[in-house]
């Protein structure tokens, strides 16, 4: 969890901004707070922060913010198969991601300014998947994704 999440969390209210504590902050659980660190990948551009979980690039979190302050997205690398990317709740659909449509929950603006990153992904890293939390279509994605 990003701390601007973790830090939006704690907010009053946090529920009107899209953070379900009673989703998150669970018995038992013990989160880590990631940081984002500079990157000069180019492949990831124009994210220029990320957290590289294994320094391998094959499992990377980009910062996503719109539908909340702290949202992530992961980036999946595997030598052979096209790159995927888990984008939670930034989009619905691939296609509303492509034509820059964002959803009716979050901060709008902030929402287009990482529509608009997150298609510039795309299209560097060509036959990059999205898929999407609520997206019906997302498993036959990932599996013509896989299929390559």
Excluded: C, Y
């Excluded at 601007?4 to 018995?27: F, K, N, Q, S, Y």
């Excluded at 790159?83 to 034509?99: Q, R």
């Excluded at 990153?117 to 013509?144: E, K, S, V």
């Amino acid at each position: 969890m990003s701390q601007a999440e973790w830090d939006t969390l704690a907010e009053p209210r946090a529920e009107l901004g899209g953070l379900m504590r009673r989703h998150i902050d669970l018995p038992g659980l013990a989160w880590t707070r990631i940081t984002l660190e500079p990157t000069k990948e180019r492949a990831l551009e124009p994210f220029t922060a990320v957290h590289d979980l294994f320094d391998d690039g094959s499992l990377v979190l980009i910062p996503t913010p719109g539908h909340t302050p702290g949202s992530l997205s992961l980036i999946v690398r595997q030598p052979g198969q096209s790159a995927l990317a888990l984008v939670g709740d930034l989009t619905f659909a691939p296609h509303l991601l492509e034509s820059g449509r964002v959803p009716g929950a979050g901060d709008r603006k902030q929402l287009q300014q990482t529509t608009a990153m997150m298609n510039a992904l795309r299209r560097r890293l060509g036959g990059l998947a999205i898929l999407a939390t609520h997206d019906p279509d997302a498993q036959g994605i990932l599996t013509r994704a896989l299929e390559g």
